[in-house]
């Protein structure tokens, strides 16, 4: 194995995200450090690599993705900042009362963000390849690597080398086309050259343009050796477009999307799907929210179906045939929305990852309240615990080492739960298990109909 390890002796490492210019980066993407290998090498313009190491560089760029190790970060967005645009075509020249001639700055300032990974542990971020190298290779990467100053933007002093790991590395994210849900930027064969003609043709001044031999890579974390208890159901996403509607009244657009369903499969509609029948499992129809994030408003995005792994392949077959079919929904209100399939992917919206709803995770909190199943006469606080337990057993989850039950969620955006409009007893939950639990995660009165869905719990949340 060949192994880089990086160090930031600042304790922040300063790059913004490739999706929003506010947003760290965070951990460093393996094409960002092999850009500055590349820079390292050229000793940012004042030599030239040699032979043996552009070959060496040229193997890097083509080799299988890095695994990663890294401490958590701060990621926190970084502030808008007005700064005045110091271009000699905004500079003007004017005669002042005494006749004097003098420069200043144009008045106009452009909102600029400078955002900063905080490393909140050891300030040192390992990339780990399935590479072999002699000692020599060895030697000339640790040369080109010694020559780093920073990886990022100038203000994240770094050091690097190169080594031969003993043992077996610790990883804390893997390349994984299947689970994987983070998306980082790898090298591909040609992307030495691609940035060879970039400085020749720019001299590092235009804009860089969309680059050719780099594409993203899923990563999925690596989890601890603990047991996952499996989800009942197999998720289906889709997407709804050209409609408005809350989280409060979710469970409103649930049943208007299973009528549509059903219309579509007629007399064929199987008992899982219409739900009249007590005596099998039914879909379980999810409006997904817009919450977690500072600007979120609880809007609907799309629908998560559940579909319960103990139905009959005849009854599945006949679900996802019409589902399949389904291209627009009338909403309770007259809209009209359109309806298309949501598959993950590094531009689907972190609302309509599966992820998002799946986990797995020890720690979950209600997207919208808990509809108590049997809810206690008396509104005590340990009487609330044991009925939201109640509920979370008949959903056919596991006893929880811990709940608390709140009347807001853990998740801006996300209604409250006297905002659904029911009389039925209703409470926001946060419950911790003793095992890794696969989602989706429902429970209550209404769960089939997204009142009672759960997310993974907010880092800030977690004790």
């Not at 298990?433 to 800030?460: C, H, M, Q, S, Y």
Request: glycine share 6%; with cysteine.
């Amino acid at each position: 194995m060949l192994q880089l390890q990086l160090r930031f002796p600042s304790g922040r490492y300063c790059a913004a995200s490739m999706s929003d210019p506010r947003q760290p980066e965070w951990p460093p993407h393996p094409s960002r450090v092999f850009s500055a290998l590349v820079a390292a090498a050229y000793a940012h313009g004042t030599r030239t690599p040699t032979a043996s190491e552009r070959r060496l560089l040229e193997q890097l760029e083509a080799a299988d993705p890095p695994a990663l190790t890294f401490p958590d970060a701060d990621v926190s967005l970084g502030a808008d900042v007005f700064v005045p645009v110091n271009d000699e075509k905004n500079r003007v020249v004017f005669n002042d009362k005494k006749g004097r001639t003098r420069g200043v700055l144009h008045p106009n300032r452009q909102v600029r963000q400078f955002p900063t990974a905080f490393l909140l542990g050891d300030p040192e971020v390992t990339l780990t390849w399935a590479l072999d190298m002699d000692d020599a290779s060895l030697a000339v990467l640790d040369g080109i690597a010694s020559r780093i100053t920073h990886v990022g933007t100038s203000h994240s002093m770094a050091t690097a080398r190169f080594i031969r790991p003993e043992g077996t590395p610790v990883f804390h994210w893997v390349p994984n086309d299947v689970r994987g849900t983070q998306y980082l930027r790898i090298t591909r064969q040609g992307r030495l050259a691609e940035l060879d003609r970039l400085a020749t043709e720019g001299a590092g001044t235009v804009r860089r343009p969309q680059p050719l031999h780099e594409v993203l890579m899923a990563y999925a974390p690596v989890q601890a050796e603990r047991q996952v208890i499996p989800s009942t159901h197999t998720w289906i996403g889709l997407r709804l477009l050209d409609a408005a509607w809350g989280a409060d009244t979710a469970h409103t657009l649930a049943r208007a999307v299973r009528r549509a369903v059903m219309s579509l499969l007629g007399d064929d509609a199987p008992a899982a799907v219409h739900g009249h029948d007590g005596t099998v499992a039914h879909l379980a129809w999810l409006p997904l929210a817009d919450v977690g994030h500072p600007f979120a408003r609880g809007k609907i995005r799309g629908l998560g179906v559940g579909l319960p792994k103990s139905m009959s392949p005849r009854d599945q077959a006949l679900a996802l045939a019409g589902l399949a079919r389904l291209e627009r929904v009338v909403l309770p209100d007259a809209q009209i929305a359109r309806v298309m399939a949501s598959v993950d992917g590094p531009e689907t919206p972190t609302v309509l990852r599966s992820n998002t709803w799946l986990g797995p995770s020890t720690h979950w909190s209600t997207v919208t309240p808990v509809l108590l199943d049997r809810p206690p006469k008396r509104h005590e606080p340990a009487h609330l615990v044991a009925a939201v337990t109640e509920s979370l057993r008949l959903a056919g989850l596991p006893e929880p080492v811990s709940v608390q039950v709140s009347s807001s969620s853990d998740f801006d955006g996300a209604p409250d739960a006297l905002a659904v409009p029911t009389r039925i007893p209703r409470f926001h939950v946060r419950v911790v298990f003793a095992d890794l639990v696969e989602g989706p995660v429902i429970a209550g009165r209404w769960k089939n109909f997204g009142i009672g869905l759960f997310r993974p719990t907010p880092k800030e949340f977690r004790t």
